[in-house]
């Protein structure tokens, strides 16, 4: 009997998100997905920095460098999707002559927290660097709470004899705490994937003799949706959709649930 494994992507997919998204220069508020302005872009990144937001941004001194806070605090940076060549470990080289401070992150995420009353989880806090122009473009505060009846359908599937994993680029401890939520074991979470190491989660799981299911929700789930045995993307975060991301679904759903209709 063949096993069968369904991997969810988190933002937009588990998780409703709510995200703040500010113009380093200008201070202006930006709506778009984070991810389709980074290939609207071209040649910039996604760079997730794997701290906890409340207990050590919200603490730390507000006039520091972005530099000297993540070299003092010996902070891990990921890069969770990209339209540029560059690896994470270019990043912090490339941050030593940055003007950007701490208090531009703690100042998106009180803007965040005061308009969202609602979250259960903080994503954490990351930046686009515009490789092109060598700068810190945006600075962004994330969170959100889990979709309603996603527990039970986490719960149904196991029940089901189907194995449920998370594959997201989202900051690894959160990715932790969710899983602890809906109920899916710690060492079914693939943290912070981009795009190509989603494809590789599952490739790899195909060739432990699974059967995939990739659900997501962006242009990051591309690959995913191309190397699983079925694709599908939900809408149930309600943010316009690229293209790109329709043709290489097999099917479209509106909410969690309708998961557990699909034949599988």
């Not at 910039?44 to 794997?50: G, R, T």
């Not at 004899?161 to 693939?190: H, Q």
């Not at 962006?218 to 690229?242: R, W």
Request: charged residues 30%.
């Amino acid at each position: 009997m063949t096993k069968k494994a369904v991997v969810f992507d988190n933002s937009g997919t588990l998780l409703d998100r709510c995200r703040t998204v500010k113009n380093t220069k200008t201070g202006e508020k930006i709506e778009h997905s984070s991810l389709d302005m980074i290939d609207e872009m071209g040649n910039s990144a996604l760079v997730v920095m794997q701290t906890d937001t409340k207990k050590c941004i919200m603490g730390a001194k507000s006039e520091k460098s972005l530099y000297d806070f993540i070299k003092d605090n010996n902070i891990p940076l990921d890069i969770s999707y990209s339209s540029a060549d560059i690896r994470k470990e270019d990043i912090l080289p490339l941050l030593k002559d940055s003007a950007i401070k701490v208090k531009d992150f703690q100042d998106t995420a009180k803007e965040l927290s005061a308009e969202n009353d609602f979250i259960e989880l903080c994503s954490g806090s990351a930046f686009i660097f515009n490789v092109e122009k060598d700068r810190v473009q945006y600075v962004i505060a994330a969170g959100g709470k889990v979709f309603p009846h996603v527990k039970n359908v986490v719960k149904t599937l196991i029940n089901r004899g189907v194995d449920v994993f998370i594959a997201s680029g989202d900051r690894a401890k959160s990715l932790y705490e969710l899983a602890e939520i809906i109920g899916i074991p710690k060492e079914n979470v693939f943290e912070t994937a981009d795009i190509e190491r989603k494809k590789e989660i599952v490739a790899f799981l195909k060739n432990k003799g699974y059967e995939v299911m990739m659900v997501g929700n962006g242009p990051n789930d591309i690959l995913a949706f191309k190397e699983a045995n079925l694709a599908v993307l939900t809408l149930e975060q309600k943010e316009k959709v690229q293209r790109k991301v329709f043709d290489a679904a097999d099917i479209v759903i509106n909410k969690i649930t309708e998961v557990l209709d699909i034949d599988f």
